[in-house]
């Protein structure tokens, strides 16, 4: 109940009140004291109910803001790249102290030489040895490094034994590169153990127009 009607109550209380009052001399009825109380009870049962009916305001949270996560970013694999492996030839730089070689000579081919792109180079090497054992056929000229020969072989076998003293002619064909440009290649003596010996044999061609 709102404030407009409870003094309107209370105001009619206290008229009642006077009224009676004036009336007591005259009509003897029940005492006004007795009276007013039972009407205050009855405001206040009229204020407790009212209480009781009127519904209290309900507070209402305020939302929550949520977070939103951003979804994961896809990390891209990165993929290694390996070298394809060169076929390589095993063999040792721990030479038997009895072989022994030197280069004598370019039978063929001298450094420098112009060659045709495309052609075909046949290159011939003196090598002799000079070491105290007997080369058998199982020794061979084996690549180290440069340009390849024709058949990309890795080496090549003596044609013949070599004794102590003795030279030796080996002989490895090559394709010049298409390109032009200086190109080098170079070769070793290895061993029936395959252990590296003696000198090291070079060439160095030019691919160019003779």
Same mark, same amino acid.
């Given at each position: 109940?709102?404030? &407009?009607?409870?003094?309107?109550?209370?105001?009619?209380?206290?008229?009642s009140?006077?009224v009676?009052?004036?009336? !007591?001399?005259?009509?003897?009825?029940?005492?006004?004291?007795? &009276?007013?109380?039972?009407?205050?009870?009855?405001?206040?049962?009229?204020?407790?109910? @009212? +209480?009781?009916?009127?519904p209290?305001?309900t507070?209402?949270?305020?939302?929550? !803001?949520?977070?939103?996560?951003?979804?994961?970013?896809?990390?891209?694999?990165?993929?290694e790249?390996?070298p394809t492996?060169?076929?390589?030839?095993?063999?040792?730089?721990?030479?038997?102290?009895?072989?022994?070689?030197? =280069?004598?000579?370019?039978?063929?081919?001298?450094?420098?030489?112009?060659? &045709?792109?495309?052609?075909?180079?046949? &290159?011939?090497? !003196?090598i002799?040895?000079?070491?105290?054992?007997?080369?058998k056929?199982?020794?061979?000229?084996?690549?180290?490094?440069?340009?390849?020969?024709?058949?990309?072989?890795?080496?090549?076998?003596?044609?013949?034994?070599?004794?102590?003293g003795?030279?030796?002619?080996?002989?490895v064909?090559?394709t010049?590169? +298409?390109?032009?440009?200086?190109? @080098?290649? =170079?070769?070793?003596?290895?061993n029936?153990?395959?252990?590296?010996?003696?000198?090291q044999?070079?060439?160095?061609?030019?691919?160019?127009?003779?």
């Open positions: 109940m709102n404030s &407009k009607i409870r003094r309107g109550l209370i105001a009619a209380l206290v008229l009140t006077f009676l009052s004036a009336c !007591a001399a005259a009509t003897p009825t029940e005492d006004p004291a007795v &009276k007013i109380t039972q009407i205050a009870a009855t405001i206040q049962a009229e204020f407790t109910q @009212n +209480a009781a009916l009127t209290s305001a507070p209402t949270s305020e939302p929550t !803001a949520t977070a939103t996560m951003a979804p994961p970013t896809a990390t891209p694999e990165t993929s790249v390996f492996p060169t076929a390589t030839i095993r063999v040792s730089d721990q030479g038997n102290v009895d072989d022994k070689a030197v =280069y004598v000579s370019d039978v063929t081919i001298p450094d420098g030489t112009i060659v &045709k792109p495309g052609s075909t180079v046949v &290159k011939i090497w !003196a002799k040895n000079t070491g105290t054992t007997t080369w056929t199982s020794y061979r000229l084996s690549y180290l490094e440069g340009l390849k020969d024709a058949k990309e072989m890795l080496y090549v076998h003596l044609p013949n034994e070599v004794k102590p003795i030279s030796v002619q080996v002989t064909t090559f010049a590169p +298409a390109e032009v440009g200086t190109y @080098n290649s =170079y070769w070793r003596l290895v029936s153990d395959g252990q590296l010996f003696g000198e044999m070079s060439m160095k061609i030019v691919v160019g127009n003779p």
